[in-house]
């Protein structure tokens, strides 16, 4: 089990887009994020970290709901995301989203994510609130770096170790969660994943390629989970 990255965004309440195309990716401003692409080959890892990032982007702008978790696969990546119960003064919600291998257990996912969103809510209290009103406009990584967030991202590699030190949360498993199989079925009609990574401006060239042959290597042995 791998985990890539943590990153704490804010989505956009009016879900503009990025770019001009009808599909782009929907818009939202990463706050913080630590990410490990260190298990990718040295030519691969810019294309891995900018698709990381696009994912994270689109799931948490999908949430629709405050206080939800949701739990999404795409090729060989699973994307967890918990909404936090409270919008900020620009109108949204905080959405701390993991991004791991499709082994990653997701109870322990969700309980990280849950500490996580607290942490950052009490961290940078004050300081996040207004990041999508204010002017000028936030940029993305306005909180990094941030320790913490690197130290979790360590720290929960190996998920099956965690598992035994914390007290899991009775409340996730009675929680209900949201489960894609694929982004497409978390997408409006319409609209496909395919034809927002070519539209989206989040993603070079090398990344769209990048995505395309994990897509085709994926598809030979296995539909997508």
Do not use: H
Request: overall charge neutral; hydrophobic content about 40%; some cysteine.
């Amino acid at each position: 089990m791998k985990l890539y990255a943590i990153v704490i965004l804010q989505p956009r309440k009016d879900n503009k887009t990025a770019g001009t195309a009808e599909n782009a990716a929907p818009n939202a401003l990463r706050s913080c994020s630590a990410v490990d692409v260190s298990s990718f080959g040295f030519f691969q890892r810019y294309s891995a970290k900018e698709f990381i990032f696009f994912l994270s982007r689109l799931v948490a702008s999908k949430i629709t709901l405050n206080g939800a978790k949701t739990q999404v696969t795409e090729s060989d990546y699973c994307c967890f995301a918990v909404s936090s119960s409270v919008a900020t003064s620009g109108g949204s919600p905080i959405v701390a989203v993991a991004i791991a291998d499709i082994e990653y257990n997701n109870r322990v996912a969700f309980t990280m994510l849950n500490e996580v969103l607290l942490n950052f809510q009490r961290t940078f209290k004050n300081k996040y609130e207004y990041a999508l009103v204010s002017n000028p406009p936030a940029q993305d990584d306005y909180l990094s770096p941030w320790a913490y967030l690197d130290d979790m991202l360590a720290k929960y590699q190996k998920p099956e170790e965690v598992d035994k030190i914390l007290k899991i949360q009775r409340d996730i498993e009675d929680t209900k969660i949201i489960m894609y199989n694929a982004v497409d079925q978390m997408l409006a009609r319409g609209e496909k994943i395919d034809t927002i990574v070519a539209n989206t401006e989040d993603l070079s060239m090398a990344s769209k390629t990048f995505y395309d042959q994990a897509k085709q290597t994926n598809s030979g042995c296995c539909s997508v989970m």
